[in-house]
């Protein structure tokens, strides 16, 4: 079946850091990539998404290159800030069939001052 | 946009009490789902609709869990008897059909406390 398998947290970076959250997913098809954020107390917040291979997605300062090859959907960020500090979601949906989204575990991410 | 809006925000009840969650999706999205979040088993997606009608109910955990969607503007998700393990926060997310690649938008949550 879909899966979506994210690198286990939390993740504790000083402030200015680079940040990498691995991210890989199983599909049979070809589906649409998402990353999620979480910050305490809210739902969840879309990132950035990528819909086909190769396709980066940007958003505040955060990038994920839709990798076919490798399956994979990795997040990035030159320079975290304090307020970065939150739960990051990966997940999928194909591009047919089924409406339904595949999350991963999330991967809690703490900066530090 | 007012966004997806749930109530209420936090729920305390005891065990074995009803408890109703409500959801008003975002105007215009076909789709709504609820998930359940908890630290032991992360995200999990309980029920989704379509144009008010239910798709896939298979996260739905027992019998003592119902979900309705009467209109396009409101849906509850109702546990009836509650039970501590039951304690968690519950979202509501909605989605168009326009394409594929349309992402989630999630309201803030229902906390419940079961005790």
């Known amino acids: 079946g879909n899966s979506v398998t994210q690198m286990e947290g939390p993740v504790t970076l000083s402030e200015e850091a680079f940040l990498t959250i691995n991210c890989t997913y199983t599909a049979t098809g070809y589906p649409s990539l998402f990353w999620y954020v979480q910050y305490p107390g809210e739902g969840l917040q879309l990132l950035l998404k990528?819909?086909?291979?190769?396709d980066k997605g940007s958003n505040k300062g955060f990038e994920a290159t839709y990798r076919k090859e490798t399956t994979s959907f990795h997040l990035e960020k030159g320079s975290v800030q304090v307020s970065d500090s939150a739960v990051y979601f990966c997940a999928l949906r194909m591009n047919s069939g089924t409406y339904k989204y595949i999350f991963g575990t999330g991967t809690r991410l703490k900066v530090l001052a | 946009d007012a966004g997806v809006i749930q109530s209420p925000r936090h729920e305390v009840t005891e065990m074995g009490q009803e408890v109703t969650l409500r959801c008003k999706p975002i105007?215009?999205?076909?789709?709504l789902f609820w998930y359940r979040q908890t630290m032991m088993r992360g995200l999990e997606l309980l029920i989704y609709f379509n144009n008010n009608v239910p798709i896939d109910d298979s996260g739905m955990p027992e019998d003592r869990f119902s979900a309705k969607m009467p209109n396009a503007s409101f849906s509850t998700l109702k546990i009836q008897p509650s039970e501590p393990r039951d304690s968690a926060v519950y979202f509501c997310?909605?989605?168009?059909?326009?394409?594929?690649?349309?992402?989630?938008?999630f309201g803030n949550g229902t906390r419940l406390t079961v005790t």
């Open positions: 990528a819909t086909k291979a190769d």
């Open positions: 997310a909605s989605t168009g059909s326009g394409s594929y690649n349309s992402p989630l938008h």
């Open positions: 105007s215009g999205h076909d789709y």
